[in-house]
């Protein structure tokens, strides 16, 4: 997974911060992009199924905006995607579990409380 760091609501980036444990402990690796806004939301699953939209992984996408993505079924897209997915990667830092554990308590305080503000927005 690949999340920018420069965000147009710095509260959404504190609090996405703080849910990285659960993903790091499901094996999930995580990239921050660090050379400007990344807003694309895309996915690509078994390299042959891809989707491109405007969804953000939250409930407020899902259940209040109006969202859409596009879902293809199509290897040659996939293999666009993935390019670019890696070349991105070389933008990034990645998230290691013991150091997003290591984090101080300011830092831990600061995004449970974004993420309580966050859903209520």
Avoid: P
Avoid at 5 to 30: C, K, P, Q
Avoid at 76 to 93: G, N, T, Y
Wanted: charged fraction near 25%; charge should be positive.
């Amino acid at each position: 997974m690949v999340a920018g760091i420069h965000n147009d609501m710095r509260i959404s980036r504190y609090a996405g911060i703080h849910l990285y444990g659960r993903l790091l402990e499901a094996g999930i690796e995580i990239h921050e992009y660090n050379r400007t806004m990344l807003h694309q939301k895309t996915m690509v699953v078994d390299g042959i199924w891809t989707t491109i939209g405007t969804t953000n992984f939250d409930n407020r996408s899902f259940a209040l905006d109006e969202e859409s993505n596009v879902c293809v079924y199509d290897r040659r897209l996939a293999e666009q995607l993935e390019s670019i997915f890696i070349e991105d990667l070389r933008s990034c830092k990645q998230v290691i579990l013991g150091q997003w554990r290591r984090r101080g308590l300011k830092k831990r305080v600061f995004g449970a409380t974004c993420l309580f503000l966050k859903e209520q927005i």
